[in-house]
């Protein structure tokens, strides 16, 4: 009986702790220069993420832990690793503005730290949510699994399409005559600023799969699958690049767009009332004894 409760809250544990490992990954990458391996890694961290949580519904095997866990694995892949990424290539090509250590290499690092901060913002934000805040059909603010997937998936196609890159992520689609302009490069950036804005705003967007009309429903389960084949294999992010694109265009407009979602509002972040006061853990070190007196006998360690 332990064990196998044991067993059913550790399979969802370590699907959030190996993704961890994918963020590590990719860190590792772009130390590397291997800036299209950094972007798979975190597209796998995505997929891994989506899978833990099915694994713990599936198996019962929520728990505290499990939570805690899981938001520590995404500021790392979704948060971390995205701003490095960014941070790192932008900031090694010479032909882009961001290389000479000025004012432009200043700009694209507190852009680059500002998303990381947002990101972790909101997983904070969540966490200290009780149980009966947390929306269940809703997001206040893009999800960071989002922001930092759709970034990678984007560069990952800027990457394939650039001139300078290394062949990868099998045919262009798009064929071989289209390039990624270095514009793109450029104005990237405001694109990452967006995307922390957004996870750190209170916009409402709904979650993915919570509709009741079955032929939407089914398109999502066939875009996922899709998604999941071609992220797996390391392939084709053009085919990865809509699905989440368009999720994020159409929600954004929604949210301004739609009375009921501009009326809808986050749990407060702080504690309307005073709360009991917090009390350090460290206090509990008052009660050992931490040394002995002069005659061997113990002694209490002075008050502060």
Known sequence: MVSSRFLRYLAPNLITLSSM???LVSLWS???GNFSLAAWMIVYAVLTDRLDGLVARAVK?????????DSFADSL????APAFLVLTYLSGRPDLPYHDGGG????????????????VFRLARYNVLSD??????IFFGFPTTLSGGTLAIWILLFLKY?????AFGGAKLFGESFQTPASVWTYLPIAV?????????RLPMPKIGKTQNRPISVLLLVLMTIGYICGFLMRYPEVLFWMPTVWCIIFLIWGQASASARAMYPPPLFPRTPERPLIRPQEDLGDIVLDEGPNGSAEAPPKP
């Open 21 to 23: 490992i994918f963020g």
């Open 30 to 32: 772009c130390h590397n």
């Open 61 to 69: 095997g929520t728990s505290e832990l499990g939570m805690q866990l």
């Open 77 to 80: 892949n979704f948060g971390i």
């Open 104 to 119: 432009a290499h200043t700009l694209l690092f507190i852009v680059c730290g500002g998303y990381m901060l947002c990101a």
């Open 132 to 137: 009966d805040q947390v929306p269940t059909k």
């Open 162 to 166: 650039d001139p300078s890159s290394p």
């Open 193 to 201: 600023a967006i995307f922390g804005y957004l996870m750190a705003s």
